[in-house]
RNA sequence: GGUCGGGUGGCCGAGUGGCUAGGCAGAGCUCUGCAAAAGCUCGUACAGCGGUUCGAAUCCGCUCUCGACCUCCA
C-alpha cells in the first residue's frame, strides 16, 4: 500500500489514492484536439500526467492509461476554410478533415516523443467510437434526461441537479448559471441554457457526419469522454485527468452524463492540471499568444531568444507544482537549461564514484535522509519541484566528493548505492528525464581523446600556447574542454 | 457581474504558525599556468493595513492587485 495522496479537484482535499482494483490503476486523461498544431500550453497535461502515469508504475501499479484524440466536430485549417467549404470542389482540392486529422495527429505523437513521455495503453478516436456514443445517449434520454430536438440531442441539466449535485466539481450554482445574460447560438432549441449538446444535427455543409437515430448529426463535446473512459476503464474508474480549463463545462458534462447513463459518478479522484501563462496570460488561441512545439524547437517564434530543448521544457514544467500557474520568460527556460545541465552532470559523475567507509557519519546519514524525502514529496501531491530541489542539494555532495572538497572515502558503499539508484529512479523513470547531450558517437570519442592527449603533452611541457589553442579551437565550435584536478580532462559540447 | 485561485528576495519558483527551500543571475573567496568547471560564503523575501497568538510570510478580516472559469480551449 502506498502514501501517494492526490489532490481530488472534487473534494478539494489531498486524498489517499487507493485503486479500485488492488494493484491496477486506471487512468482517463483528456487528450488534444486535433484541428491545429499542439503548443507549449499542450506540453503540460501530457507531461504532467506522464509523471502520474510513471510514478504509479514506480509504485508497482499495472496502469492502463488512455488518452483520447479528438477528432471529431467542427475542422477547418487557417487560412484553407473558406474555399474548402465550398462543396463543389475537386475532391483533391478539397479539404479532407481526416487529412487534417492525420497530419495533427502525426505532430502530436512526434511533440510528445520528443517530450519523451510514454505512450498511452489506449489512444482511443472520437470518430472511432460514435455507435458507443449514440448507444450512451439512447440511454440517457430512456432515462429521461435528454430531449432531442431538430435532430439534435441535449442533456437535461435542470433535471438532473434537482437530484444530483450538479456544479460540484467546478463549484457553479445552477441558478446563477440560469441568471448569466450571456447569448449563445443555438439557445433556442435548449430548453434552459445551461442544458448542453449530446449530439448535434448536422447542417448541409457540414463535412463531418453519422447517421443516427435522429439523423445525421455529429456528437457533442463531451460525450466522447464518457463513452470511451467507460468502454476502457470501466463505469467507475480511478483517475480522470485534464487541464484546469476543461473543468467546467467539460468534466461537470462528464459527470452528469455518466451518472445517468451509469447509476453512479465515473471517477474516483479527479486531476487538473493549472495553465501556462505567458505574460501573465493564459496561452491559448483565443488570447492569440500561443508558441507552437515546432517553433518552440526551431527557436522560430518572435518571442523566443532560442530553440529549447524538450527536455529543458519538460524539466521546467516539472519545475513548478502542476496545479501552480507557470508563467513563460526566455529567462525561466534558459535558467532550467543550466539547471538541467547541472543536474545531469551531476548524476554522470555520481555512476563513476566509488562508496567506501562512510568516514563522514554524519554526512552519510544526511545523504540517506534525504534521499528518503524523495518519496514523500511525490506521494503529497506530485510535488516534482520539491523532487528536484532535493536532488539539487544532493549534487553539491556528489561534486564535492569528486572535486576533492570532500573526502574520497566519505560516503558508504550503501549509500553511494541507495543514491545512484534513486537519481537513476527519479530524474529518469519518474520525471522522464534524459540527457540534453548530444549522443557523442565512439569515433567522436576517440577523436577527442587523441587531441586530449596532445594538449596533455603540450600542459606538461609547460607549453601554453599549443595547449590553449586546442582548447580555444574547440571552444570556437561548442566544445568544451574541462581541466580536473587530477590532470584528467573531459569535454562537453553545448 | 458571478464563482474560484494567486500576489514570495533581480528573475523563476517550493513550502510553512517558531527551524536552510531550490534553480538562474550577482558579489567575494578556494582551486587553477590561464580559463572553464567545481566547492565554500553572502543578499536575509514573503502585496498593504488591521486582528488572533508568547510568536505569522504561514490563521482571520479588510484593501489593493493579477489571473482562471462562466464561450472552443490543455
Redesign the pocket.
Known amino acids: 500500500m502506498s502514501n501517494f495522496k492526490i489532490f481530488n479537484s472534487y473534494t478539494r482535499e489531498k486524498e489517499l489514492f487507493k485503486s479500485i482494483v488492488p494493484g491496477y490503476a486506471g487512468m482517463y486523461v ?1 487528450g ?2 486535433v484541428s491545429g498544431e499542439s503548443h507549449l ?2 506540453a ?2 501530457y507531461i504532467t500526467f506522464d509523471v502520474v502515469n510513471r510514478y504509479l508504475l514506480h509504485l508497482g501499479y499495472r496502469v492502463r492509461y488512455v488518452r483520447n484524440i479528438t477528432d471529431a466536430g467542427h475542422f477547418e485549417e487557417e487560412g484553407r476554410e473558406a474555399e474548402d467549404k465550398v462543396s463543389d470542389k475537386a475532391k483533391l482540392e478539397r479539404l479532407e478533415p481526416m487529412e487534417l486529422v492525420q497530419k495533427y495527429t502525426n505532430l502530436f505523437h512526434w511533440g510528445m516523443r520528443l517530450f519523451n513521455t510514454i505512450e498511452p495503453s489506449i489512444e482511443p478516436t472520437a470518430t472511432g467510437h460514435i455507435i458507443e456514443q449514440i448507444s450512451m445517449i439512447e440511454k440517457i434520454i430512456n432515462e429521461g434526461y435528454a430531449y432531442e430536438v431538430n435532430g439534435s440531442v441535449y442533456f437535461d441539466v435542470k433535471k438532473y441537479a434537482q437530484t444530483y449535485p450538479y456544479g460540484k466539481l ?4 445552477l441558478d ?2 440560469l441568471e ?1 445574460t ?1 447569448e ?1 447560438e443555438g439557445q433556442d432549441e435548449k430548453r434552459n441554457k445551461t442544458d448542453f449538446a449530446l449530439w448535434k444535427s448536422a447542417p448541409p455543409q457540414h463535412i463531418m457526419r453519422w447517421k443516427s437515430p435522429w439523423g445525421e448529426g455529429f456528437p457533442g ?1 463531451h460525450i466522447e469522454c464518457s463513452a470511451m473512459s467507460a468502454k476502457y476503464l470501466g463505469d467507475v474508474f480511478d483517475i480522470h485527468g ?9 468534466h461537470e458534462s462528464e459527470i452528469a452524463q455518466s451518472t445517468i447513463a451509469h447509476g453512479h459518478a465515473p471517477v474516483r479522484y479527479w486531476m487538473h ?1 493549472n ?3 505567458i505574460n ?8 492569440n499568444n500561443v508558441i507552437k512545439l515546432t517553433e518552440l524547437f526551431s527557436g522560430q517564434h518572435p518571442l523566443l531568444e532560442q530553440p529549447y530543448h524538450p527536455m529543458v521544457v519538460r524539466f521546467y514544467i516539472l ?3 502542476y496545479r ?4 513563460f ?1 526566455n ?2 527556460l ?3 537549461e ?2 538541467l545541465k ?1 543536474l545531469w ?1 551531476a548524476y554522470e559523475t555520481l555512476k563513476q564514484l566509488t562508496g567506501s567507509t562512510a568516514s563522514d557519519k554524519t554526512l552519510d546519514s544526511r545523504v540517506q535522509q534525504m534521499i528518503a524525502t524523495l518519496d514523500d514529496c511525490m506521494n503529497d501531491d506530485l ?1 516534482t ?2 523532487v ?2 532535493t536532488l ?2 544532493l ?2 555532495i556528489v ?2 566528493i ?2 576533492g ?1 570532500i573526502a574520497k572515502e566519505a560516503l558508504s558503499i550503501t549509500t553511494l548505492d541507495l543514491l545512484n539508484k534513486a537519481f537513476k529512479a527519479y530524474l529518469e523513470d519518474i520525471l522522464g528525464l534524459q540527457s540534453i547531450q548530444e549522443t557523442q558517437g565512439d569515433k567522436l570519442d576517440r577523436a577527442m581523446s587523441v587531441l586530449i592527449d596532445i594538449r596533455k603533452d603540450a ?1 606538461k611541457r609547460k607549453d ?1 600556447t599549443a ?2 589553442e586546442i ?1 580555444n579551437k574547440l571552444a570556437a565550435f561548442g566544445i ?6 587530477d590532470g584528467n580532462m573531459s569535454y562537453t559540447i553545448e
Open positions: 483528456c488534444p484536439t500550453g499542450h503540460r497535461p467546478s463549484g457553479r450554482v446563477d448559471l448569466t450571456r449563445l463535446w485534464g487541464g484546469m480549463d476543461l473543468q467546467f463545462p467539460h492540471n495553465m501556462i501563462t501573465g496570460k493564459k496561452m491559448g488561441k483565443s488570447y519545475q513548478t507544482h501552480s500557474t507557470l508563467d520568460s529567462e525561466a534558459q535558467a532550467a543550466k539547471g547541472r552532470e510535488n519541484a520539491q528536484i530541489a539539487f542539494e549534487v553539491p561534486n564535492g569528486k572535486g572538497q600542459r601554453w595547449s590553449d582548447r568544451i574542454l574541462k581541466d580536473e584536478k
